[in-house]
């Protein structure tokens, strides 16, 4: 009993002592997507989308590229119906995904960041 005391107090120490610029868990992250590659088309803003949490493409929206604000990551996935572990395609703020006009990008998980 006190070996796994003393362990748990381990990890909660270690996890205290982890950067501060890792993923941080809010709500408000902004995803553009555009119908052509290269951001070409009218786009579609989704504001708001949850922290870490998986959303379906709206329906009749068209992806050919994507953008995301900064201070946020996402995921997206084209080879399953919905989110997988660690989705197809990463798209940040300065490397955003500019052409998916071959895929069907059919969700997203977005996350918040410091560090990227």
Do not use: K, W
């Amino acid at each position: 009993m006190q070996l796994a005391a003393t362990t748990l107090l381990a990890l909660i120490g270690a996890a205290s002592a982890l950067p501060s610029n890792i993923l941080q868990a809010r709500d408000g992250i902004t995803i553009t997507f555009y119908p052509e590659a290269n951001f070409a088309g009218e786009p579609v803003s989704i504001p708001n989308v949850p922290n870490a949490e998986c959303q379906q493409v709206p329906e009749g929206v068209t992806v050919g590229s994507v953008q995301v604000e900064s201070g946020a990551l996402c995921r997206l996935t084209y080879s399953a119906t919905t989110c997988t572990t660690h989705g197809d395609v990463f798209v940040f703020p300065d490397t955003p995904a500019d052409d998916l006009t071959n895929e069907t990008v059919t969700s997203y998980l977005c996350q918040t960041c410091t560090g990227c």
